[in-house]
């Protein structure tokens, strides 16, 4: 049975429930959504991540969360935070958290992932302790980087890096970064 980990207005953030896999496969396995993270996968290479992903939270307690519509029971994405584990990051990095995010493209711009998002915060600084947290991406995904100065999150340019897992037009990745103290909420 899945958990429950957070509910927002229109969301629930559960973990992994049956099913997901196949509608992972459907909705966010696609051109559109998985254009700046490195294509389209194999089915089992997302198995392989679901699997991680797992082990992370229960490792940790956290990791990303699935989101399901309340309105309907659909899962549209995911949202969550995790150690960010990429030898290129550098030492600071790779000591912090990060958080990120996806939303099947039927269901972009309608505010969910900043919705899903606003709510991890929340966890991480509540929940989980954390003092700041990241987000990374590429000058490219203006719609991530856009929502990262949507919810008040600083350009920390000297975290920079070249990132060889992705291709020369999604690099290098960018970060940008909020403290506990500089959260409204
Ligand atoms: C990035 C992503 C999660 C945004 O999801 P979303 O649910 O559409 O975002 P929201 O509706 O909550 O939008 C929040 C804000 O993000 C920004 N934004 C979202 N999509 C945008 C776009 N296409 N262009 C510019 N800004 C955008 C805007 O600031 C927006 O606020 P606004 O609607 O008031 O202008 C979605 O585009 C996505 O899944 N992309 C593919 C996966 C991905 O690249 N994930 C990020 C990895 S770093």
Redesign the pocket.
């Given at each position: 049975m899945p958990e429950i980990i957070a509910e927002t207005a229109r969301l629930i953030l559960r973990t992994e429930a049956p099913g997901d896999v196949d509608r992972w496969m459907e909705v966010m396995n696609t051109p559109?959504?998985?254009?700046?993270?490195g294509g389209v996968q194999e089915r089992h290479q997302v198995e392989a991540k679901f699997a991680r992903n797992a082990a992370g939270i229960a490792k940790d307690g956290y990791g990303f969360w699935y989101l399901q519509t309340k309105v309907d029971g659909l899962m549209i994405?995911h949202c969550g935070m995790s150690p960010i584990d990429v030898v290129a990051a550098g030492p600071v990095l790779n000591t912090g958290i990060q958080i990120?995010?996806?939303?099947?493209?039927s269901?972009?711009?309608?505010?969910?992932?900043?919705?899903a998002a606003i709510a991890v915060i929340e966890l991480a600084f509540d929940r989980f302790g954390k003092e700041e947290v990241f987000?990374?991406?590429s000058d490219a995904?203006?719609?991530?980087w856009?929502?990262m100065?949507?919810l008040g999150m600083e350009r920390a340019a000297e975290f920079d890096y070249v990132d060889p897992n992705y291709p020369p037009e999604e690099n290098p990745t960018i970060i940008y970064r909020l403290k506990r103290n500089d959260w409204p909420a």
């Open positions: 559109a959504v998985t254009h700046h993270l994405g990120g995010w996806s939303i099947a493209e269901h972009w711009r309608r505010g969910y992932a900043i919705e987000a990374q991406t995904n203006r719609a991530s856009a929502m100065e949507k």
